[in-house]
């Protein structure tokens, strides 16, 4: 399985911008996939996630109601619109994938859930 994320760039605060995640070696169908960021000098931190085979999402507090993450079976990619986005949304932001059809929110939320990891799009939010 490999992951290829695609999408960021550098935009003014209150711009928009749409990550993409593009899974290949198996269906995005039944895999759960989340969106984590890392910000320069810390850790790596839950930003979204969706349930596998199903539409059910979550989000971390600091991205509820500008976020939204979805899945496109036909293209075998997830999507992450982000919007309203501020100078604090700045870091590299990296996707996840896991294929754990019993997995719970916990597990969800965390990295060391998930096996397969693309490389990474930065993503910068000036003020």
């Known amino acids: 399985v490999q992951l290829q994320a695609s999408g960021g760039g550098l935009v003014q605060a209150g711009d928009s911008l749409r990550l993409s995640c593009a899974v290949s070696g198996r269906t995005v169908r039944a895999a759960g996939v989340a969106w984590f960021r890392q910000a320069p000098g810390k850790d790596r931190d839950f930003v979204a996630a969706?349930?596998?085979?199903?539409?059910?999402?979550y989000y971390s507090e600091a991205v509820k109601g500008r976020f939204t993450l979805s899945k496109d079976n036909a293209k075998n990619t997830v999507f992450l619109q982000m919007n309203s986005l501020k100078p604090e949304d700045t870091a590299v932001y990296y996707c996840a994938a896991d294929y754990d059809p019993y997995a719970i929110l916990s597990q969800l939320t965390q990295p060391n859930s998930y096996d397969y990891w693309g490389q990474g799009t930065q993503v910068t939010v000036s003020s």
């Open positions: 969706i349930r596998s085979r199903g539409t059910t999402t």
